[in-house]
Structure formats: structure tokens, C-alpha cells
């Protein structure tokens, strides 16, 4: 809140506003006619708002938000309008050149089965996530000898996304595709050769004669309007493209590729592109406003194999085969543009409305363990702009004596609260931090829950129901407990003979990618000869059916366990650990002391809430922890009022006598001084009456200051204030003795102070 950019009504880190209208109508302005009736732009009388919402956490910085409100200003109201967001994409190596642009892709997927955690065969749960992105990347990633490909800053390996996360009519609640909703591209070939885009019958031609670049407020106006959903860019040489590509599930009658067959090759293999993702139609009365929000993101490594395209097209007929197409595409990495899609999506609209598919297994004493799992997909449609979040803040309060300070604090609320993004309940722990000046901290104690991570083996990576590549992904559910492990997966595995308490303690699971495939081989007996104990993890081998596996072979997985964080437990802290039950509060009452502290010195202190993160395959949210500065309190470790009354504590000054050429920084306050001016000196008083006059004279007997003592008794600083060595002229006093009365409704004490210089 330092900062001269802050501002307290600012949406995301960094937020970026900008207002333009289209209003403007003298012609010797509006220089540019259309170029098919040569007449001047005629405004709409348009204001528009542009906000570009961007988050510095790991979790976004590969997207942007653009949120637009648009306003009609004119006269008459709007019918049948439609809004779109046009893109240029150029991706390649820029020291390539102007050309690095010419061999880019463009493409559109409309909806997609969620991931599958074991996948194939009866495991699969039918559902389909409708993702309605529009996309450009390079058609091969620039493959170079000797390079690491991916690595290398000249492969331009990754791909950008665009997705309409609001607009009328676009989307229904669920996310599903209205009928509002248009994709369309071209090549903007100068020369005209190359001048095209897909378009359905009878479609439309530009003032050059050709059925690409839109040219005229008509023509853009039908791209705009027209709810195609163009065939991806590589596919431009096949004649019946919906018949090898599922777009939106509808026959188009799309005109044929163009002539001659080379130069549809020339797009068919990558070429400068320019889409346009529209939505539309809505109406706008005379001063209504309608909202409208984009998502533009990125994700890398898009491309992970440099001979992907070389090997699926060494040919230009190569380009008419769809089984051709479809193998290239299938060596493409989507999951990092989906899921920042969906992570872009989720800030947006927060997830409310949940949709089935499985992620985390449950074991039964009956035989066999079953899928359970929520994923989340849709918001509530009200935008949140919300990201990922710290648990919130514990309830505190703190107890004081001289030279301690004990900290307690109330966690039920904390504990139980849910991450708008992963819906879980994702508390992790605590650290207890303490700062002299409330800028920089220190931890000084730190206590989170005892839990592992899990993960399982992935035998079928690509889905078809056939055991084949090797993957570890983590388990959907937030890190489990010894006893949840316990419950949801000790009854029915197979693992080691070691095993304190029922729970295994190894295992490396790599190491049983070298063994035969899972499901065509019986389960392993107890022991099992590949335990390695590791005080760290826990692993299960888990069946989940003796015929429902290909072939009618057994089907079963390897889940381990990696330990979350430290794992030095939250009882060491807890008030009453013997509480175990979740719905007694008790059972989230915590305390912490720190002794040792200097009585005089005020110290800022915070109870810090962190979470676990988020895991998934192609994505990871780091663990966010609180600002140790919302949630931190001044505290004096001196004697409360009341104990100072029932141990009859004496007033002190500290430090006594005072070396004015002696550095006692470490007692400053660090807080401004109103009134007179800053002096970084201060001689502290300690156990005050909460209401008394301070005085100091000088020997003979000339009143120097007199500082009015006036605190709640309940307040941590009720004994405590301080005197600056400033007389009541604003002056320094010299070195010498003083003699200092306070006066209260308890009666007068005198004291010596020695100050030298």
C-alpha cells in the first residue's frame, strides 16, 4: 500500500484502464471509407471500457484478463450486435526474421473428456467439458540440430490461447456452446495467392475478388455473425473436413479448398493466420451497458517431439490424410493450454456447480476399491476475480508479562475454510512470525498438519484402454492424513511386510516400471520384495478389479504417498490435544510463548494460515500463505494491568542510567511521533497505571516535560510509554540527573533517571 501505483479498488496485481469511443464523425478525421461503398465510418456512439486484470502469483502469470463494459451513447438503441476479439498471432523466433510468422497453425476445440486418472475400459465415466478455446501455435516448434528442444529459447514451442469467459449469448450457464458463437480465420496473403479462409456456401468475397481477409463493414459484419466454427488450419486440403473432425457436432456445407491443390498445401502447412472469436447477437438501448470478458493465455512446451511434423507430413498429399492429421495432433501437449484456460476461467467465475468424473479411489472390505471424485467446472455466472487464497486469518489475542509474550488463538473458521479455485479445504498450518518494526519478519515457530500427497501410476497415458507409457499423477484430493489414508485405501492393498501400524513406509515407484504391465499380471503376495523403507512416503498397491481390464484382466494401480511440508504436527501448539473431535471447539484452541524479550520493546506479532496448494498433472499452485502485515499485531511484553496490582510491581525506567553516545536502536519504537518532532531516542516506562502524569524536573526542581499517560487498562501498552530526551521547547536536554514522579489515583512515585553523555 506504499507504493504511488497502489489502489484499494483494484481488481488483480496489476490492472490497466482504458476508455475510447466511437463517437467521432467530422470526415476530415475519419480519413478511411469502406472499401466497398467508399463511404466514411459512421460512429455507433460507443463508449468503451477496457480493463486488463493480470496476478504476479505463479498461478497467473500465464494469462490476462480483458474485460470490456461497452455503452451505447448514442441516440437510437443497437439491435443485433456482436462483439468479437481479433488476433494477429505471430509465434516463432523473432531473430529469424519478418518471416518467423509464416508457418503458424490456428485451430478451435470445442469440448474434450476430462482427464481420466487410470482410463481405459469400464473405468472410463462418459462426460465431456466444453472448453470453446481458439488457439495458434507453430505448425513444427523450429527444431534445430544440437538444440534442447523445448529448452532452447529459438523453439517456439509453446501456443496461444483466447477464450470468451462472458458475453450475451455466447454460453449457457454450464459452459456448453450456444448458438451465438463464431470462429473464423484467414490468410491475409497481399499477393492474393494465398488470400483465404474457410467459409460455408455461398460465402463471401472481399474487393479483391477473393474468400479471406474480410474487407468492408459488411463482410466483417458476416464473420462476425455468421456462427461458423471453422475446421482447424491444417486440415485446409481435405475436402469434407467434418467428416474426419468432430467441430460442433453439425454438417456444414463448406466450400471446397482452394485452387490449386499447392497452394492449399501452403496454408495446410503453416501460414501467417489472423482469427477472429465473436459472439453475438445482443441489443443495446440508449445508455445500457453490456460486459464482456476474454481470457488470452499461454502455455509452453505445446510441442514436446521436434520430429512430429516432419514425420506426419514428409509429403504434401501427406496433408490430406486425417489419419495423418490425427496422429500429429495427438503428439501435441494440449493439457498446459487447457488448464490454464480453466485456471483463467476459474479466477473469472469461481467454481460453484460441480459435474462427476473420478480422481481419487475408495477400498472397500468387500473386494476391489472404486472412483470417487468431484471436479469442478462451472461457476455461478456472478464474476469474482478471485485466485487462489491463504486460509484466512485465526481469531488471536495475546497475554502479556514482563518479558513474555503468550500468544492464543482460535482456528476453527481457518481450518475449515474452502479455496475458491481447488474447492477443497486446504489448511496446511501455521507459522507464528514477530517483527521489531512491522516491515521484516522472522519465523519463529511453525506448525502444520502430519499428511502425505498422493499420487498413482498411470499405465494408460493416452486413454484407449491399453496399458503403455509410464506416468506419475498426483490424486485430485487435497494431502491425507495417517488416518484418512487409513480409510480410504489400507483395506483391501498389497504392499510390504514391514508396515508399522498397518501404513507402509517405502516405496520408489519407478522402479516398478521395469516390471510387467499391471493389470496381466496377479497381484504381488505380502512381502513384497521391492520395499525400500523411506520414513517419508507411503505407498499401497491397490486392485480395482479381478476382470475389468482389458482382455478381462485384472486392473490395479500402484498410489503412493509424499509427506506435505515438514510434518511436525499441529499438537505441539494445540491447548488441549487430547480434543479430537472436529465439532468441538476446543479442539481448535491453540498457544504460543516467547520468553526472553526486553520489556521496553513493543514487537508486532502475526499467526500466519498457509495452505497446501494445489496439485494436478499439468498444473501446480504453490502453498499460499497469509501477509504476515494485515494480520499483525503491536504487542508490549510488560505486565498487565492486573498483574502489575497483584504482584505489586514497581515502576521501571529502561535503560537507566542512558549513554546518549550508546546505541540502543533495538528499544526504538518504530512508529512516527505526533505532535513534536521525531527523536529516535526513548527512555521507556514500564508498569504504569494505565491513567497517571509523568513528570520530569530537573534538580532544581524546573519542570523539562510532562507526558499525560492515558490507556485502556485491558490495552497490551497500558504500563508502558516512553519519554523522547526532548524538553517541552523541542530542545534535547543535556547529560545530568533527573528526577522523574508519576501521579496517579494509586498516589506519587519519584525516581531518579541518569542520563551521560
Not at 509429403?315 to 495423418?324: A, L, R, W
Not at 496446511?428 to 522472522?442: A, F, L, R
Not at 511453525?446 to 502425505?452: A, K, S, T, V
Not at 498444473?619 to 502489575?644: C, E, F, M, N
Request: hydrophobic residues 35%; charged residues 20%; glycine residues 8%.
Amino acid at each position: 500500500s506504499s507504493s504511488p501505483f497502489y489502489s484499494p479498488d483494484a481488481i488483480s496485481d496489476m490492472d490497466f484502464i482504458a476508455v475510447y469511443y466511437d463517437t467521432l464523425k467530422d470526415p476530415r478525421l475519419v480519413t478511411t471509407p469502406d472499401p466497398e461503398n467508399g463511404k466514411p465510418h459512421k460512429p455507433m456512439g460507443l463508449r468503451i471500457e477496457q480493463r486488463s486484470h493480470s496476478w504476479s502469483a505463479e498461478w497467473g502469470q500465464d494469462w490476462v484478463l480483458l474485460d470490456y463494459t461497452i455503452t451505447n451513447m448514442g441516440d437510437e438503441p443497437i439491435r443485433k450486435a456482436y462483439i468479437g476479439l481479433f488476433m494477429d498471432p505471430s509465434i516463432g523466433n523473432f531473430a529469424k526474421g519478418t518471416l518467423f510468422s509464416n508457418d503458424d497453425y490456428t485451430a478451435f476445440q470445442t469440448r474434450i473428456k476430462p482427464d481420466s486418472c487410470l482410463g481405459g475400459g469400464a473405468l472410463q465415466i462418459p462426460n465431456i467439458e466444453n472448453l470453446n478455446i481458439a488457439y495458434a501455435y507453430d505448425n513444427d516448434g523450429d527444431p534445430e540440430e544440437g538444440s534442447n528442444f523445448g529448452l532452447s529459447s529459438s523453439n517456439p514451442t509453446g501456443a496461444l490461447g483466447v477464450k470468451i469467459l462472458r458475453a450475451r449469448e455466447a454460453l449457457r450457464p454450464d459452459g456448453t456452446l450456444a448458438a451465438g458463437l463464431s470462429f473464423n480465420w484467414w490468410i491475409p496473403d497481399a499477393s492474393g495467392l494465398l488470400d483465404w479462409g474457410p467459409q460455408h456456401a455461398p460465402g463471401l468475397t472481399n474487393s479483391f475478388g477473393r474468400r479471406g481477409q474480410p474487407m468492408g463493414d459488411v463482410m466483417r459484419y458476416k464473420y462476425l455473425s455468421n456462427r461458423e466454427i471453422d475446421y482447424d488450419q491444417i486440415m485446409s486440403t481435405i475436402i469434407a473436413p467434418d467428416l474426419f473432425v468432430d467441430t460442433l457436432l453439425q454438417s456444414a456445407n463448406w466450400l471446397l479448398p482452394l485452387e490449386p491443390f499447392g497452394s492449399a498445401v501452403d496454408i495446410a502447412n503453416g501460414a501467417d493466420n489472423r482469427f477472429l472469436l465473436s459472439s453475438g447477437p445482443f441489443e443495446l438501448d440508449v445508455g445500457e451497458s453490456v460486459p464482456v470478458t476474454f481470457a488470452v493465455f499461454a502455455a509452453s512446451a505445446f510441442h514436446t517431439d521436434p520430429a512430429n511434423f516432419q514425420a506426419n507430413f514428409p509429403n504434401p498429399s501427406d496433408f490430406q490424410n486425417p489419419n495423418k492429421v490425427r496422429a500429429y495432433k495427438q503428439s501435441l501437449a494440449f493439457q498446459g493450454l487447457f488448464e490454464n484456460s480453466r485456471m483463467a476461467r476459474k479466477v473469472f467465475d469461481n467454481d460453484t456447480k460441480s459435474f462427476l468424473i473420478f480422481c481419487t479411489f475408495r477400498c472397500t472390505p468387500m473386494g476391489g476399491c472404486v472412483p470417487l471424485n468431484v471436479r469442478r467446472f462451472h461457476g455461478d455466472g456472478v464474476p469474482d476475480f478471485k485466485g487462489p487464497v491463504p486460509p484466512p486469518y485465526p481469531k488471536v489475542e495475546f497475554s502479556t508479562g514482563e518479558g513474555e509474550v503468550t500468544i492464543r488463538w482460535f482456528g476453527k473458521e481457518t481450518e475449515n475454510a474452502t479455496d475458491p479455485i481447488s474447492g477443497l479445504q486446504d489448511f496446511e498450518g501455521y507459522s507464528i512470525q514477530m517483527s521489531p518494526d512491522g516491515v521484516n519478519y522472522t519465523i519463529i515457530g511453525y506448525f502444520d498438519r502430519i499428511n502425505w500427497r498422493g499420487y498413482f501410476i498411470n499405465r494408460d497415458v493416452n486413454q484407449d484402454g491399453i496399458p503403455d507409457a509410464y506416468r506419475e499423477e498426483p490424486l485430485s484430493n487435497r494431502p491425507l492424513s495417517y488416518e484418512e489414508i487409513q480409510n480410504l485405501y489400507a483395506v483391501n492393498w498389497d504392499t510390504c511386510a514391514n508396515k508399522p501400524g498397518n501404513i507402509t513406509k517405502p516405496i520408489d515407484p519407478k522402479r516398478f516400471n521395469a516390471l510387467p504391465l499391471f493389470n496381466q499380471q496377479p497381484l504381488i503376495p505380502a512381502p513384497n520384495p521391492w520395499c525400500d523403507p523411506d520414513t517419508s512416503s507411503t505407498a499401497a498397491r491397490v486392485r480395482f478389479c479381478d476382470n475389468c481390464g482389458p482382455s478381462n484382466t485384472k486392473l490395479d494401480t500402484m498410489l503412493f504417498f509424499l509427506q506435505e511440508g515438514f510434518n511436525l504436527g499441529l499438537d505441539q501448539a494445540r491447548m488441549y490435544p487430547s480434543v479430537i473431535d472436529p465439532a468441538n471447539d476446543s479442539a481448535y484452541w491453540y498457544q504460543y510463548k516467547i520468553s526472553g524479550l526486553f520489556p521496553s520493546q513493543p514487537l508486532w506479532f502475526s499467526v500466519v494460515p498457509f495452505d497446501n496448494g494445489m496439485v494436478t498433472f499439468t498444473q501446480k499452485i504453490d502453498p499460499q500463505a497469509a501477509s504476515p502485515y494485515a494480520g499483525a499485531y503491536l504487542v508490549y511484553p510488560i505486565a498487565t494491568d492486573s498483574a502489575r496490582k497483584a504482584e505489586e510491581l514497581k515502576i521501571s525506567v529502561y535503560p537507566n542510567p542512558y549513554r546518549v553516545d550508546h546505541d540502543y536502536s533495538f528499544f526504538e519504537k518504530k512508529l512516527p511521533v505526533s505532535g513534536h518532532p521525531q527523536s529516535s531516542q526513548r527512555i521507556n516506562f514500564v508498569n504504569l497505571p494505565p491513567r497517571c502524569v509523568i513528570r520530569i524536573y530537573t534538580l532544581d526542581g524546573d519542570l523539562v516535560q510532562q507526558i499525560n499517560h492515558d490507556k485502556n487498562p485491558n490495552a497490551s501498552d497500558s504500563g508502558y510509554d516512553f519519554w523522547d530526551l526532548l524538553s517541552r521547547n523541542a530542545q534535547k536536554v543535556v547529560a545530568g540527573m533527573y528526577i522523574f514522579s508519576v501521579d496517579s489515583n494509586e498516589g506519587r512515585y519519584v525516581g531518579k533517571i541518569l542520563i551521560i553523555q
